[in-house]
């Protein structure tokens, strides 16, 4: 029996194998095919990629070196437009301004849609009406919500004698409600996902434990949301550097300081408007330094969006 | 399923690859549609295609562009930038493939901008056509870069009706103590009266330009006149020996209107239609307002900046253009040709020439229809009276959007609180503003 036995566990052992490379020789085949056949369903996106962004890019960088009215008639010029740039004053006053709205914008954006997601997984009546009409605002476009919201902000402080175009602070405070009432409903949603992703045992497992709910929330359920807080703060900060429209829109980079010597700084101008506003002065050497200006800023937004990224992930608990 | 899926996926990203490849030309910002818009098939039959600034006389360009089509079979096709993106659509459409072959450059600013795009019109046929060279541009080589196609006036547009009615005359706005005595009459009897002084003078970017762009010139023009000849290129200072007179006529502006001074920040009121419907009795504005206002008041006339200079009983309107015809240097000779046949048969044939009179004003050419414009007639009339005309200094802003945005900006303050201290800012904005700019732009 044991022979007999020990023949049959043989044989078993030799079928498994032949199986066994079999399946591999197969799997290897597929992948051969699909590998023969790769270019056809990467290829498209591999070209579509190429075409727009990494041959734009590239040539934008290339720009950034060159003077130029015509991209096609760009001359070489080395790192002038970069030492402009860097020398412009309304450029490091952009800088800063853009720096405190994104700070104060990401907080406030991520603190309050928290807020309301966690309202609204509370099992409350109406909670996905409330969650469309709070995700709406996101649909609007920020030029018609920037003008939207400069009727609505000179509608109360015309009582006041100002305007919104008249006063920084109210300049401001103005767009950083403005970017909270369009992307916290997008916060939400994610925040709300997130949230809904915790399991129910943690929380039961707390309460069993004698945990408060400050304790239970800060010990259990935001450890357990950080990837959506990753993301979240990802998008607001990075949405805070780059807004454009809005910022266009709602105060055009007004008031401006005339200083005594008649020079002007934009005073709620941002990053992405600075720029722009560059690339159309009417001196021919300043689209190469709007150029040199979006590098920079490229190399800001990207090293801070991969900072913040490397700082919340470590945070994240694995369930 | 999933390898068709795949397949679908692939041959949707290839047909939109395929689709951002091709030659479609799109207009970034056309307000109208294109009579034509194919190149020239052959290669021996040039095409035109004119990349027009003023919004409100698209139809009109496109009726003509038909009309040439009709009649001579070349295909002309008409793009309109949307108001106030004229420099961007440019810059973009002229990077293009097939770009503009005929475009405008207005100022001085255009002109180095756009010099080496543009063909030099000496002696051409179209410069043989003009009747002055009064509104033409040259680079600093001299070389005639852009020639003027209609001309313009502003000043303060009224509506005599009213000033009647408000117990006064025509006669008495003959310098500033007249126009300032009559529109704070009505100003003080507004609410007897039905209407006010002055319409509306919004800081929005649709009109802070009456006031930053255009009042700002009488600032320019004065001070070119003390110099003793017009100006051919951008002074590198300016002095304030006319700061207060623009205050004097600004202040009666604003202080005598239908709206409150401080409320004119953001805009959101509508001067032409004020105007118009009989609210107020003078509307600052320019010759192109005169179809609009000619529906509803058709015995509106215009006046000069009357501001307490010295001897302004002798002013007359502020005449010149930003509209002036450039050819594009690199476009083909074909396309050259026909961009220069076009512009001399759209100056001598009656019908086409008829639309463009009635859509831009007047046109400086010999073989032009004449105008029809009651505002320009009144500018016509003051020169006939042997007053002098306030030419258009103010093309030669120096870094035309920063300066006129800080000008904004210092007019609002100043307009959410009149005190002497706002007013020196709007004078550095205004005096020292132009030097910086100036630096600027030629540094």
């Known amino acids: 029996m044991r022979r007999g036995g020990c023949d049959r566990h043989q044989v078993c052992e030799k079928k498994e194998l032949v199986l066994l490379s079999k399946k591999i020789s197969g799997g290897n085949s597929t992948r051969r095919q699909t590998r023969k056949w790769s270019w056809l369903f990467m290829g498209p996106v591999v070209a579509a990629f190429a075409i727009g962004f990494v041959w734009p890019f590239i040539q934008g960088i290339y720009l950034s070196f060159c003077k130029f009215r015509l991209i096609r008639d760009a001359q070489f010029i ?14 490091r006053s952009a800088f800063w301004y853009t720096a405190g709205f994104a700070i104060v914008s990401l907080v406030l954006i991520n603190v309050l849609a928290f807020a309301v997601a966690y309202a609204l997984t509370q099992g409350i009546r109406g909670s996905n009406l409330y969650r469309t009409v709070f995700f709406m605002p996101n649909l609007i476009g920020g030029i018609v919500l920037g003008y939207i919201w400069s009727m609505i902000f000179d509608g109360i402080l015309h009582r006041y004698g100002t305007s919104i175009v008249e006063n920084q602070t109210w300049g401001f405070w103005g767009l950083v409600i403005l970017v909270c009432w369009q992307q916290i409903g997008y916060m939400m949603i994610i925040y709300i996902a997130g949230l809904q992703a915790v399991p129910e045992e943690l929380h039961e ?107 919340t992930r470590k945070r994240e608990v694995q369930q | ?138 680079d600093e080589n001299g070389k005639l870069v852009s020639i003027g196609y209609c001309f313009e006036c502003y000043g303060i547009i009224v509506n005599p009706d009213l000033i009647e009615k408000a117990g006064h005359s025509m006669d008495e706005l003959k310098n500033f103590e007249g126009l300032k005595a009559v529109a704070e009459d009505i100003h003080a009897n507004a609410s007897t009266l039905g209407f006010d002084a002055f319409s509306s003078c919004d800081m929005d970017s649709s009109s ?33 020996d006319y700061v207060e007179n623009y205050k004097n006529l600004y202040d009666l502006c604003i202080n005598n209107s239908l709206t409150d001074p401080t409320a004119l920040a953001t805009g959101g009121h509508d001067a032409e239609a004020e105007f118009k419907a009989g609210k107020a009795a003078f509307f600052v504005n320019g010759s192109w307002e005169f179809g609009a ?23 007359g309107l502020n005449c010149g253009t930003e509209n002036c015809w450039a050819i594009n240097s690199k476009a083909s000779a074909e396309d050259q040709q026909a961009t220069m046949d076009f512009l001399v048969w759209l100056v001598t044939d009656p019908e086409a020439s008829r639309i463009a009179v009635d859509s831009f004003g007047a046109m400086p050419y010999k073989n032009a229809q004449e105008s029809t414009n009651k505002f320009l007639a009144a500018a016509d009339a003051y020169a006939a009276n042997g007053c002098y005309v306030m030419d258009w200094a103010t093309n030669y802003q120096p870094g035309v959007d920063d300066y006129r945005a800080a000008l904004v900006s210092a007019l609002n303050a100043y307009n959410a609180d009149q005190s002497a201290a706002n007013w020196e800012t709007v004078k550095t904005a205004m005096i020292d503003g132009w030097a910086v700019q100036y630096k600027a732009q030629n540094g």
């Open chain 1, 205 to 311: 497992a707390a309460k069993i434990d004698g945990a408060s709910k400050w304790q239970t929330l800060f010990k259990v359920t935001i450890p357990n949301v950080m990837p959506s807080i990753t993301i979240c703060t990802f998008l607001s900060l990075t949405n805070g550097f780059k807004l454009f429209d809005q910022n266009l829109a709602l105060t055009g980079g007004m008031p401006i300081v005339i200083q005594p010597d008649g020079s002007s700084v934009k005073t709620t101008e941002m990053l992405a408007l600075n720029i722009y506003s560059t690339f159309y002065n009417s001196n021919a050497k300043y689209p190469g330094v709007a150029q040199a200006k979006a590098v920079l800023f490229f190399i800001l937004v990207a090293g801070l969006g991969l900072a913040q990224l490397a700082y």
């Open chain 1, 78 to 91: 080395g790192f002038g437009n970069y030492l402009t740039a860097l020398q412009d004053q309304t450029f």
């Open chain 2, 293 to 315: 206002v000619s529906e509803t008041i058709p015995n509106a006339t215009m006046i000069p900046y009357y501001c307490g200079v010295a001897g302004e009983e002798k002013a």
């Open chain 2, 1 to 138: 399923m999933k390898k068709i899926l795949a397949l679908v996926l692939a041959m949707v990203m290839t047909l939109a690859l395929v689709a951002c490849g091709s030659k479609t030309e799109t207009a970034p910002a056309s307000s109208g549609s294109e009579s034509a818009a194919a190149p020239a098939a052959s290669g021996k039959t040039g095409s035109v295609y004119w990349l027009n600034f003023k919004p409100e006389s698209d139809d009109a360009l496109q009726q003509i562009a038909k009309l040439y089509k009709e009649k001579k079979g070349v295909d002309v096709k008409v793009v309109t930038a949307a108001s106030g993106t004229y420099s961007q659509t440019l810059t973009a459409e002229m990077d293009k493939s097939n770009p503009p072959t005929l475009y405008v450059v207005g100022n001085a600013n255009s002109v180095r901008d756009w010099s080496d795009y543009a063909l030099d019109l000496t002696g051409t046929p179209i410069a043989n056509e003009l009747n002055t060279d009064a509104y033409n541009l040259y």
């Open chain 2, 208 to 240: 802070s330009w009456r006031f930053t762009g255009h009042m700002v010139n009488l600032v320019y023009y004065y001070q070119e006149r003390d110099g003793g000849s017009k100006w051919t290129e951008c002074p590198p200072t300016l002095t304030d």
